[in-house]
């Protein structure tokens, strides 16, 4: 009885595609960093289409300056890096629109920016986007959907917070 209680009271962060594709497992990005969860865990999709939507709600806190990343700060405090590709820093933003900036705070499902596949394809990087969420101590766990085809503000999981 509980347990059931725990359930049903366990506060939750949904989590939205921020882009159309297919949900592939973390461990399969070809980036250590984040296939070994070094940053933390989280979900990655191999984009079909160049539109990016905040996967949470939240407030903005950073943009990197190569716009290859953004970070997040959910409205219940855990941090979310949203990296877009592998190795795209070194392509110093040429591929990047991003729409947000530091400080404003967004809903799940806005549109925040775009990323040129084809331009990210022909320099020969990997163009996985991935959600990471940096501040894993305040998770008890996270529900995931894996291998799947998913278009843009599809839940893809859930953060079950401590």
Known sequence: MVSLFKKLFTKKINIQAPVTGKVIPLSSVPDEVFSTKVMGDGFAIKPTENKLYSPISGTVLSVFPTKHAITFNTDDGIQVLLHLGIDTVELKGAPFNILVHEGE??????????????????????????????????????????????????????????
């Open 105 to 162: 705070h967004i809903s799940a499902g806005d549109e925040i920016g775009t990323m040129d596949i084809d331009q990210i394809i022909k320099a020969g990087k990997s163009t996985e986007i991935i959600i990471v969420i940096t501040s894993m101590e305040k998770l008890k766990s996270i529900d995931r959907v894996s291998n799947t085809n998913v278009s843009h503000g599809d839940k893809i999981g859930a953060l079950n917070l401590s």
